[in-house]
């Protein structure tokens, strides 16, 4: 395995611009101007060891950012592109991708500060797991 963390996001990034409807934006940072909304940020892998001594689970966050609640129709907006990337990440049965199989352990409202400003949002927890041998 050439990199168990940058594999695995590499696999999430794959799965979510081939499928999320256009123009959806797709940032790896969160941005700093409320332009740049509504979007999905693919934050930093994490991993865990199980108690199969070469399977980690490996766990990230998605960050589904709506446009600012004055904006008219921002919230049904929000929760459509939400549901947007649940869909992509295969509902229930997860996907598959390159070598993993992803899938949405859990979907969370939240308000994430943007140029200084709350802005409605979603953390959507994608994870997999990975032999490491």
Known sequence: MAGLLGDFRAAVATVLQAKLPTPTALWDVVPDDVAELPCVVLTRPGAAPTSAAVVYDLALDLYVLGRRQQA??????????????????GGTRGVAQDDYHISAERIDPRITTVAGLEIPSYVITVVSSAATC
């Open 72 to 89: 008219g129709g921002s919230e049904d907006e929000l929760v459509s592109l939400a549901d947007d990337v649940w869909t992509v990440l």
